[in-house]
């Protein structure tokens, strides 16, 4: 067997990309997009279509200005996202918008929206799960939408109280980021890191550790690799999302990868719980530079996405 092949004994393996061809090479369970993705896609003539539709179906709309800009994109999110389930099994996760971060209501509104939007097409929400950025807001925002049985993605997590927060509100789903913790310690200190060493790797290995040492139900999803080392240092996490060139190298390899991380392993280990509350948890993500610098810095980059992606919507408009 191929690497992805043996990979797939340990691990779900989710597609990170807005590509539909893709999609269809490496036939992932669940796909994952972000607004820099869908932006992407966008771009390019295969997938015009999907946004000229959007605004097509909107043009009778009586709406105007940012309230039709902002209907055109919930609606192009779910154009891809049921392309996307035409070609998988499993889930899509679609993004809130970044510029949400901090606002409770608002991404509760937002995840409510993009739930009826996709029942109104025909999907079921036990296909969806919401993206929502790892702050205390969009964490409690998460909460409130699973109590009503829909099922959320916390993303742009980098740290351990990130997560322990997530799994105590009874979150479905993190994506611990790799590479970009990686990338914030090699701006630090100027070193490369083998994968076993890596400090993206080590962090999603902790919150794997300790969500199983402690019967956490809520699922962890690796995302945001730099490097196929680093994919299979976290062979056995619960998921792993990869973008398809790496998926491609991953295909090509047949060398023998082991398990690396396992429930039966992490109920042995010596780990500290963690009780958090509003204060501690500010507290504890202010403190640790890494996670607080990556997590506006996403946060940031994604609300330019947005923007752009907008801006191309008022083009067509």
């Not at 996709?118 to 909460?143: M, P």
């Amino acid at each position: 067997m191929n690497q992805l092949e043996q990979l797939r004994q340990f691990t779900t393996v989710v597609a990170d990309t807005g590509d539909f061809q893709s999609l269809k090479e490496f036939a992932p369970r669940d796909a994952t997009t972000n607004p820099s993705l869908i932006l992407k896609a966008t771009q390019m003539e295969a997938y015009a279509e999907l946004l000229d539709k959007a605004v097509a179906d909107n043009r009778g709309a009586n709406l105007s200005g940012a309230a039709l800009i902002d209907k055109i994109t919930d609606d192009l999110l779910i154009l891809f996202g049921k392309e996307i389930l035409d070609i998988i099994p499993g889930r899509v996760s679609t993004e809130t918008d970044a510029r949400l971060s901090f606002d409770i209501e608002g991404s509760i509104k937002k995840g409510r929206d993009l739930i009826a939007l996709y029942e109104k097409n025909g999907i079921s929400r036990d296909r969806i799960l919401i993206k929502i950025a790892s702050t205390w807001e969009g964490i409690a925002a998460a909460e409130t939408l699973e109590k009503e049985g829909i099922h959320c993605n916390l993303t742009l997590l980098f740290s351990l109280v990130q997560a322990i927060r997530c799994a105590e509100s009874e979150i479905t789903l993190i994506s611990p980021f790799v590479g970009r913790i990686m990338d914030w310690h090699k701006a630090q200190t100027g070193k490369t890191y083998a994968a076993q060493e890596d400090p993206g790797v080590l962090s999603v290995q902790n919150i794997y550790n300790y969500y199983k040492r402690f019967d956490y139900q809520t699922e962890v999803m690796g995302a945001s690799f730099r490097n196929k080392g680093e994919i299979l240092e976290l062979a056995g996490c619960d998921l792993l999302t990869i973008s398809p060139g790496l998926l491609a190298e991953l295909a090509i390899s047949d060398e023998e990868i082991p398990c690396k991380l396992s429930v039966e392993q992490a109920k042995t280990m010596d780990i500290e719980k963690i009780h958090l509350d509003e204060k501690s948890f500010r507290y504890r993500l202010n403190d640790d530079a890494m996670a607080t610098e990556k997590t506006a810095e996403g946060i940031r980059n994604f609300a330019i996405d947005i923007g752009k992606l907008e801006a191309l919507i008022r083009s067509k408009l």
